[in-house]
Nanobody, 120 residues
Framework: QVQLVESGGGLVQAGGSLRLSCAASGRYFNNYAMGWFRQAPEKEREIVAKINWSGGSTYYGDSVKGRFIISRDNAKNTVYLQMNSLKPEDTAVYYC?????????????WGQGTQVTVSS
């Protein structure tokens, strides 16, 4: 069992930056690939980024490639999402998830979400 708590969301102007954190408790965090997802109003949830257990492999959705960076600190049981050059279309609730596998990237455990709002 892994419990996940996101933090770092908020209101930011377009062009600004935010860093989201996802703190995990429970055993075996290091065994999991981790992902960040987001869901905007009236839209389906989409994957933003994912990272394998060691941090050696990452993937980004096309809409955030070159602007967002996912990382993890296994010693601190935490995964991060650095979001730069934010756009109004990045506005959404952001969720972190422990994934069933890096390749399939289906969430096994989910956080409660954190709101990110980007004003124009």
């Amino acid at each position: 069992q892994v419990q996940l708590v996101e933090s770092g969301g908020g209101l930011v102007q377009a062009g600004g930056s935010l860093r989201l954190s996802c703190a995990a408790s429970g055993r075996y965090f290091n065994n999991y690939a981790m992902g960040w997802f987001r869901q905007a109003p009236e839209k389906e949830r989409e994957i933003v980024a994912k990272i394998n257990w060691s941090g050696g492999s990452t993937y980004y959705g096309d809409s955030v490639k070159g602007r967002f960076i996912i990382s993890r600190d296994n010693a601190k049981n935490t995964v991060y999402l650095q979001m730069n050059s934010l756009k109004p279309e990045d506005t959404a609730v952001y969720y972190c998830a422990a994934l069933n596998s890096y390749q399939i990237a289906r969430g096994t455990y989910w956080g409660q979400g954190t709101q990110v709002t980007v004003s124009s």
